[in-house]
């Protein structure tokens, strides 16, 4: 299918050619945009037709990729890079797409040096270089409306994180703007392992606590789809991901008030 994204939007696609069905597809399979503003709206569909254009997806076990698949999966990782200045998931080539969950090989090692090998069921993953899989019914779960999660969100911040090939610090800051990122992202981090410690309920996913490239995910998909409670009761990381990422969604829901499931986000 490139190539007929490729005659669509050639080498820069816009917002211009962005067929009205696909702006229908996207009112019912990403909640959020109709929380953007027109102009976030024309950013966004711009970088959903170069994904498309850009990135070869593919059915597994049998699963049909559609119009909707695309644009659901394309939509949200575009959402990622609305306001970034920054090349759109370069190391990505591939999106592979399951109908349920899959099964993943893993390598296992105890504290006495003893390696197992498991497999283990999989709703989502990114490889370093190359692809992400997904689970179709967990991104129609994730996805019926703006809830806690979204393995979209989740497995695509894996393909930002590493960008700039360290993992110190986003490649698109620098001066203060680093520190900032740098002091809500440690500090939080470390409070959520001391929660997870003690045993203690936490608002963020206690996934995030397993290392920093899973609290970045974590605190992506809250960033995005709990951003007024997130800010609320952590402050400091709302405020790097919004350093990080550009955007304000905690503002943006609250100039929504028409938006009925948006209250308690």
Known sequence: MSGFFARLFGESPRESQFPDSWRTLLAECMPCHRLLDPGEQRRLHAIVGSLLNEKF??????????????LTIASHAALLLLNLETAR?????????????????????????LVSELDEELVGESWELGAVIFSWREIEEDTRSIGPRNVILHEFAHQIDPMDGNGDWPPHLDGEAIDQWLDGFDCEYARLLKAVQKGSRTFIDEYGAEDPAEFFAVGTETFFNRPRRLQQQHPRLYDAFRTFYRQDPARRMATQAAAGDCGAL
């Open 57 to 70: 997806f593919e059915g597994c076990n049998g699963f049909e990729i559609t119009d909707r698949v695309r």
């Open 89 to 113: 998931f370069p190391s990505l080539k591939s999106i592979l797409v399951y109908p349920d969950t899959f099964i993943a090989p893993r390598t296992y090692e105890d504290d006495l040096g």
